[in-house]
C-alpha cells in the first residue's frame, strides 16, 4: 500500500523566505509527527498530532515554526524568515494511533537556506 | 526528559561477520525501542522493535536484547551482507499517550565484500 509521502523532496530558498512543507500520511492513521535531520544533530521531533487533539509543540526550536494538519490527514510544516541553520532534511512520520504504535517515515524534505 | 546514547559511530565489518550496535537510555518509564535503518537519500526504515515487556527478538538474521535494569539494548545482525551497509538509528519512547521518538546519533555500518 501507499506509504508515507512528502513534498517537495527538495527546497532551495533565500534566507528571510518562507517555506511550506508537506506531508500526506499513511491512510487510516490517526497520529502524525515531523521530526528534523541535520548533521551533528541526529533526529529531532518537532511536533505531534493526534486525531482531533491540540498538537504537542513542545520539539519546535522556535516561535518561527508551525504546523497544522487538516481533517486528520494532510500536514503542512511552516518555517517563516528561514535561517541558514534551519537548513536540514525535514522527515514526517505516522502511526495507526500514537503511543507505542510503528512509527512509519516518509522520504523527506531537503531545505537548503542559502 | 529521556537521552539516548548510541555507540559506536561507525563500524565496518567483513561481509558474513556480525555487527553489534548498542544504545543506553536514560528515563526508565520509556517502554518501546525501535531500530530504524536509513539509507543515503531515503528517510528511517523499521527493521525491528522491541517493548519492555520482552528481553529479546529475532528476525531473521537481525535480533534486539533489552536489558530493563542497566537500561541498555543492543541490534545484532548476523551473516552481514554489503546491502546491510546503512546508517542505523535506535529510539525510545517516552512515555505516554504520544510516542514521540528520541534518538540516538546513528552507526553508519559498512559491510565490505
Known amino acids: 500500500g501507499a506509504g508515507v509521502s512528502q513534498s517537495p523532496s527538495n527546497k532551495v530558498t533565500e534566507k528571510g523566505k518562507d517555506v511550506e512543507l508537506r506531508c500526506d500520511p499513511i491512510?487510516?492513521?490517526?497520529?502524525l509527527y515531523w521530526y528534523r535531520q541535520s548533521l551533528g544533530q541526529g533526529l529531532e521531533f518537532l511536533i505531534y498530532f493526534q486525531g482531533n487533539s491540540a498538537p504537542d509543540k513542545s520539539g519546535l526550536p522556535s516561535d518561527r515554526f508551525s504546523a497544522e494538519r487538516t481533517g486528520g490527514s494532510v500536514s503542512t510544516l511552516t518555517i517563516q524568515r528561514t535561517q541558514q541553520e534551519d537548513s536540514a532534511v525535514y522527515l514526517c512520520a505516522s502511526s495507526l494511533a500514537g503511543g507505542a504504535d510503528t512509527q512509519y517515515f516518509g522520504p523527506g524534505t531537503r531545505l537548503t537556506v542559502l | 526528559g529521556e537521552n539516548v546514547e548510541q555507540h559506536p559511530s561507525t563500524l565496518s565489518v567483513q561481509e558474513g561477520d556480525s555487527a553489534v550496535i548498542k544504545c543506553t537510555y536514560s528515563d526508565s518509564a520509556s517502554n518501546y525501542f525501535p531500530w530504524y535503518k536509513q539509507e543515503l537519500g531515503k528517510g528511517p526504515q523499521l527493521i525491528i522493535d522491541i517493548r519492555s515487556n520482552v528481553g529479546e527478538k529475532k528476525d531473521q538474521r537481525i535480533a534486539v536484547t533489552l536489558n530493563k535494569t542497566a537500561k541498555h539494548f543492543s541490534l545484532h545482525i548476523t551473516e552481514t551482507q554489503p546491502e546491510d551497509s546503512a546508517v542505523y538509528f535506535c529510539?525510545?519512547?517516552?512515555?505516554?499517550?504520544?510516542?514521540?521518538?528520541?534518538f540516538g546519533k546513528g552507526t553508519k555500518l559498512s559491510v565490505k565484500p
Open positions: 529510539a525510545a519512547s517516552t512515555w505516554g499517550s504520544q510516542g514521540n521518538l528520541i
Open positions: 491512510s487510516g492513521h490517526t497520529a
